[in-house]
């Protein structure tokens, strides 16, 4: 969860409601918004008085959101998951909006992405209704991931190209560029081979802009590179996006595993055990810059191969 600062939730850091245990650390691929949005921070210390009664009820769906975004990120939580009857209990309707978005992100743990999508779709109906634009434009780029991962092509471009434009009117970095990245692994799935490079190339950008390590990024053009029939250069940018993830201490989100278990699947399956794996392995040992510098070597020096004629068609 990106928290700024500046412009601390009135609710929870000025009456210092909030103990820094209940929130998670910043995650690896954590952006900031430069305008000012509703987010939290760790207060220094519980408050006896009057506001001291609501501090059970606000930290409660904190701790979901905060699992929320460690799940999210493949992160490990710090303890139990949170019980299922809390989410009822969320009064307030910004945060019942925020924990339906939680749980779109975590929900692909499981394998739902139908739960998923209809999480999202519920946590945008509420915030759409509530003045808070950048949690809704959050909202709708989360849609569209998850419409592109269930096959719903025509919805994903709509909700994706919308949350574009609201990260453009936001000047968010983070924001723009993961819903560049998205648009482009959605013209991936839907064979516009040239339009997906255009996109994943500004995606690119716009995180290495942000000092964001573009993991999903290199993934994405990995399977660009897949659909293309470069199998070797997809094993070896998937390879560095796993080695990077492991030099790092996460594991991929949710939202993007399916999709890396079919590219790795179908590249194996192209190359051969011995050789994916002496590949994949070679990728892992890549750092950043050099990982960077074969995505903008496109399209490689791999060997074409020929793949089955659905190999950018989503799981069933």
């Known amino acids: 969860m990106s928290a700024d600062h500046r412009l601390a ?27 000012p949005v509703r987010g939290v921070r760790p207060a220094v210390a519980e408050q006896d008085g009057p506001n001291r009664v609501s501090l059970v009820g606000r930290q409660q769906p904190l701790f979901v959101l905060g699992m929320g975004a460690r799940l999210g990120a493949g992160q490990k939580p710090r303890g139990p998951s949170p019980p299922e009857p809390l989410l009822k209990e969320i009064d307030d309707p910004f945060l019942r909006a925020v924990s339906q978005l939680a749980m779109a992100w975590t929900s692909p743990i499981a394998g739902d992405f139908e739960g998923a999508l209809q999480a999202a779709l519920v946590s945008l109906k509420q915030l759409r209704g509530q003045h808070e634009p950048f949690w809704a434009a959050v909202a709708v780029a989360t849609v569209g991931a998850m419409e592109t991962a269930v096959g719903r092509y025509d919805d994903a471009l709509r909700h994706l190209t919308e949350a574009r434009d609201l990260a453009q009117r936001f000047d968010s970095a983070w924001l723009t560029a993961w819903s ?29 802009s942000a000092h964001s390590t573009p993991l999903v990024t290199l993934c994405s053009f990995a399977r660009l590179a897949l659909a293309e029939g470069y199998a070797g250069r997809a094993t070896l940018l998937a390879g560095a996006a796993e080695g990077l993830r492991q030099r790092a201490g996460v594991r991929a989100c949710p939202m993007v595993r399916r999709g890396e278990a079919q590219l790795v699947a179908q590249a194996r399956e192209a190359l051969g055990t011995e050789c994916f794996d002496e590949m994949f392995d070679g990728g892992g040992r890549l750092n950043q810059r050099e990982a960077v510098a074969i995505v903008r070597d496109r399209p490689g020096g791999s060997t074409r191969v020929s793949l089955p004629s659905d190999s950018t068609a989503p799981a069933s």
């Open 9 to 35: 939730d009135h609710w929870f850091v000025r009456p210092r409601l909030l103990t820094t245990a209940l929130l998670p650390e910043p995650l690896p691929h954590e952006g900031r918004s430069p305008r």
């Open 180 to 208: 560049r990245v998205q648009l482009g692994l959605l013209a991936v799935m839907r064979g516009r081979f040239d339009d997906a490079g255009v996109l994943l190339d500004e995606g690119l950008g716009l995180s290495l």
